[in-house]
Nanobody
Framework: QVQLVESGGGSVQSGGSLRLSCAVSGYTVSSYCMAWFRQAPEKDRERVARLLGSGATTYADSVKGRFSISRDNAKNALYLKMNSLKPEDTAMYYC????????????WGQGTQVTVSS
């Protein structure tokens, strides 16, 4: 059974930093594809960052240069370091994993809330 458990969210002021963590079990973080998504109230879900098994990363334009996705293979964990946070980064953040045989992300965490005040 695959489980993804996010932590590290909270409330910060604009310009601050947070690091989100995703503890993973039942799925190897380096195996295929993992990502961070976010969803703000009344907005569509957005993929923020993606990390492939090869180590390649991609970022949404809105977070390029400010956010960094990484993993710790020994801990089987995924991270999202967020710097220079803005009020528009306020959202629920989700960790997600995709199996090689799936056409979409098929495992999701419960989410962790990030709130950035101006």
């Amino acid at each position: 059974q695959v489980q993804l458990v996010e932590s590290g969210g909270g409330s910060v002021q604009s310009g601050g930093s947070l690091r989100l963590s995703c503890a993973v079990s039942g799925y190897t973080v380096s195996s295929y594809c993992m990502a961070w998504f976010r969803q703000a109230p009344e907005k569509d879900r957005e993929r923020v960052a993606r990390l492939l098994g090869s180590g390649a990363t991609t970022y949404a334009d809105s977070v390029k240069g400010r956010f960094s996705i990484s993993r710790d293979n020994a801990k089987n964990a995924l991270y999202l370091k967020m710097n220079s946070l803005k009020p528009e980064d306020t959202a629920m953040y989700y960790c997600a994993a995709r199996s090689w045989w799936s056409s979409d992300y098929n495992y999701w965490g419960q989410g962790t809330q990030v709130t950035v005040s101006s």
